[in-house]
């Protein structure tokens, strides 16, 4: 049978114990539960074929009503410098994209948890398709254990900055990152969540105390910019969110990231540079500095050049704060997040993203 969900039933995302009942239900002993769970998270098994120690009737009842992923892949490219992009689907054809991302010391993944996003951020490759819908725990896990498929490498840390905004689909990310820490054997401290700065969630999160690593994308010291690139911040302007993350940073003990993409002509000024460094201080951080990737959202968005990064960090680093830069991967094959799923012929929502924004948080509040 084909790993496509269609009325079939998802086995990714199920715990052991989950796995365990189901096993009892097929009249099967507990322990064979058990041995799948460890098919599929630790071997990585995507079929049923290859789990050669359960019994061939076992296997037969679940290929008759299960599947393991639930994924199908629409696309799959690979860039020059071996990142692998999947355009998947679970069986309603509307695509969302997963990112392998191997490096020299670690192989990290990025995994969407919406297909498309209603946050309207207009330097969003994503946000140009408009939304569908939330995934679901099947979804999130099962790009996880299709991205593990393609390398012999375990994957060890995850990122959730793909299609969609995690904070939106909160209690079904935080149930993947459980099955992925308890039954994949992840460390928390190696998940990422990025957000848009959603205040509610990120104190909710910070409740959990999930030693996650928390990563806001700011964009702008300065409300009146990025009220333009972010509409999310009429409803939660800079000085609520960055205190928002300053909060969950001392809740949680942990670092957290201020993402920052650079746009050319926008964002990337001095002043803006020296107000950033004063916004972020006293907080545990890092900032990340993101040279725009260049996609066509109607705004005449443009790359800055090296020396302005370079100016930009300079300022930061003299005020004393954490700057990174991103390690750039996968141009070639459009690795910007929504730029496969956009370029896509099949169905995929194209509805107004105000109204999907305006239906997801109220933003004349």
């Known amino acids: 049978m084909a790993n496509v969900a269609g009325s079939s039933k998802v086995l990714a995302g199920q715990s052991s114990q989950e796995l365990q009942g189901l096993a009892k239900q097929l ?28 019994p061939s ?6 290929e008759d009503t299960f599947v393991v992923t639930g994924l199908a892949t629409v ?10 992009k999947l355009l998947v689907h679970s069986g309603d054809d509307q695509v969302f994209e997963c990112v392998l991302l191997p490096y020299r010391d670690r192989v990290s993944c990025c995994l ?7 946050m309207g951020c207009t330097f969003c490759a994503t946000g140009l398709g408009g939304f569908d819908r939330n995934l679901s725990v099947g979804d999130i896990v099962g790009q996880y254990l299709l991205l593990q498929s393609l390398t012999s490498r375990r994957i060890g840390h995850v990122v959730f900055m793909g299609m969609g905004e995690p904070l939106l689909n909160l209690g079904t990310v935080v149930a993947a990152m459980r099955v992925l820490h308890e039954e994949v054997g992840l460390s928390y401290r190696h998940i990422t969540v990025s957000t848009v700065g959603l205040v509610p969630q990120i104190r909710a999160l910070a409740e959990l105390e999930l030693p996650i690593h928390l990563a806001l994308s700011l964009h702008s010291p300065f409300d009146a910019i990025r009220n333009e690139l972010m509409p999310v911040n009429h409803k939660w302007p800079v000085a609520e ?8 940073a001392r809740k949680t003990g942990r670092k957290v990231t201020f993402e920052y993409l650079v746009i050319d002509g926008v964002n990337d000024t001095a002043e803006q540079a020296k107000a950033l460094s004063q916004l972020v201080r006293g907080v545990s951080c890092v900032v990340n500095l993101i040279p725009f990737n260049w996609v066509d959202t109607g705004h005449g968005f443009a790359r800055p050049d090296q020396a302005k990064v370079a100016e930009f960090r300079k300022v930061l680093e003299s005020s004393g704060v954490n700057v990174t830069q991103r390690v750039e991967r996968g141009h070639d094959i459009a690795a910007a997040c929504g730029q496969l799923a956009g370029q896509h012929a099949g169905r995929f929502a194209k509805r107004d993203r105000l109204v999907a924004l305006q239906r997801a948080i109220p933003i004349d509040q």
């Not at 098994?45 to 789990?51: D, K, L, N, S």
């Not at 009737?57 to 679940?62: D, P």
């Not at 969407?112 to 209603?118: E, F, L, N, Y």
């Not at 969110?241 to 969950?248: E, F, G, L, P, R």
């Open 57 to 62: 009737n076992f296997r037969r009842s679940l």
């Open 75 to 84: 696309s799959h490219q690979r860039s020059k410098d071996e990142v692998d």
């Open 27 to 54: 009249s099967e002993p507990a322990y064979r539960g058990r041995q799948l769970a460890n098919w599929i998270y630790k071997k990585g098994a995507v079929e049923f074929g290859q789990m050669t120690d359960l």
């Open 241 to 248: 969110v960055v205190q928002a993350m300053k909060d969950y």
């Open 112 to 118: 969407s948890s919406q297909v498309g996003c209603p």
